[in-house]
Each structure stands twice: as C-alpha cells, then as structure tokens.
C-alpha cells in the first residue's frame, strides 16, 4: 500500500476542490462562527466587506450570509448532514447520566487497571463496505484481547482489563449475534464486553460519543479510548477512504498503546497522528 503523506495530500485538496474550500474550518466558516460568537449581528461582514474576496469560496458565503445572517455557519452545517442523522433523538433510555453496573463499578477503583473502550460499530448495507466493516471489526477485537502495545519492547502485553462499551449502527439480528459471539470469544482474554444501543440505520452518528461524554462526567478520574470499525471518508464520495485491515490495525494499536495510556501532564488527548487539515483531527478518526 502506497504510503500518503495526509497534510500535503489535504492541502493539494483544497487547492481544487471547491467544496471542500466552502466547508473549510480555518477559511471563513471558522472566522465567521468567531465574528458571530463574539459580536452577534454586529459580526456580519458587510456586502463590500474584504473577508468576500480574500477567502476562497467568498461568494458562495456572501451569499448564504445575506440570507440567513449570523446563522448562516448554523445552516451549513445542517445542510451538510443530510447523509447522516443524529441518534440523538432516539430517547426510550435514559441519557442524562451513565449508569454503571455493580459488577463493573470495582473495575474502577484502580484507574490504572482497567481500560475502558467506547467502540462505535456500523454496519453499511450488503457489499464490499459490509465486508470491510466486519474485517475490521475482528481486526479491532483481536487486538484488543493482544493487550496494550509498548513501543519499547515492540510487543502486545496483557497488563489491563478491557471494559468495552459499544452500539450498534445498521445491521441487523444476526449480525448483533455476530458481534457478541465474537466477545464470547475473547472474553477469556480479559476483555468484557457490555452493548448500550443499537439503532437500525448505519448513518446514526454520535450516540457513542455522548455516551462517552456522559462517562466522564461520571468517571472523571477514568481515561477513556473511542474506537470505530470505519475509517472516515473524506470529502464526501470524492475522496473515498479504503478500508483496510492494516489502517484499522494500525490506529487501533497506537490509541490503546500503553504511549496513549500512560499519565502526561501536557497532553489530555492521544492518538496516531494529528492533523491540523482540513480540519484538526487523528487519523481514522481514532
């Protein structure tokens, strides 16, 4: 597999693709949200303004501002993720607080001995999408049943228990079997695996993060790691993402590191590799 460099690769993107010019954070919609949170209508660039014309994709905000004003960032963003829906709304549990099980809670009186994972798994419809999606999924469980990889002795060592939180996105009965026999399967490796949702549509995003955020507040002495079967798309279907067992093995390795779990004082956030294009974020989304 040929070996990109992503921050060039990014860059040279941009360059060429007017979309992802509209949409880029460091361009004007971060600049407008800024003006906008700082001085409400006031921060409305004028219809002479500079910001139209020294920012690419100026006239498409120009226009988008004059319509909806200080909101326009807002409807942006809205209109980006009609491909994908929030879970959000789904509320036939309770989602203010995380509830811990009795038998989970003594996992967390030693900080350092338990790891625990939020795994978001999504399920796409029929195909080589769905195929990728349970490769990586074994590719994920099996790793995580290897233990923690210490860069110094360049080897997996079983030293914490894993405590799995994952959800479900799309699928249906009979994959969720799939998923908890191959927990069966590795629960004898210190890991312990516990479902909290599982929704019907592959394109339910977030539930896993809240519930991660929620988990925090709960557990604020606990370092927590996300986890995902997919590797993110860039740029919508223009610039697909290949799923391959070797990206996900790859990421999954550097976040449930001992590197990444170790205590820092100047760093509370770790993964592979951090990119500030087109938008900050780890690789894999990991």
Known sequence: EEAVDELVDATNRLKTDEDAQFREYYYLPGNLLKWFTLYGSKGVPSSKSWAWSFFPAGKKWKELVDKHGENAVE??????????HSAYSDDYYERDTFHVDGEDEALFADSTSTMTVFYHISFPPEGKNRQASLVALKTQLELLAMGQYNIISRSYERRRKV???YSIAGGDGKLADFVT???NAIKSKNV????FAQFESH?????????LHNFCLAKPSQRVTYLTNQIPSQYDS???EILTSQKIRAYTTAVTSNMCLKSRDTCNVCGMEF??????HFSGNM
């Open 75 to 84: 409807k942006m963003v809205m209109d980006s993720t009609e491909d994908y």
């Open 163 to 165: 405590l799995l939180y």
């Open 181 to 183: 026999k191959q927990c």
């Open 192 to 195: 312990e695996c516990r479902k």
């Open 203 to 211: 394109k339910a995003k977030g539930e896993t993060l809240h519930q």
């Open 238 to 240: 223009k610039w697909p």
């Open 275 to 280: 990119y500030p294009l087109p938008y900050n």
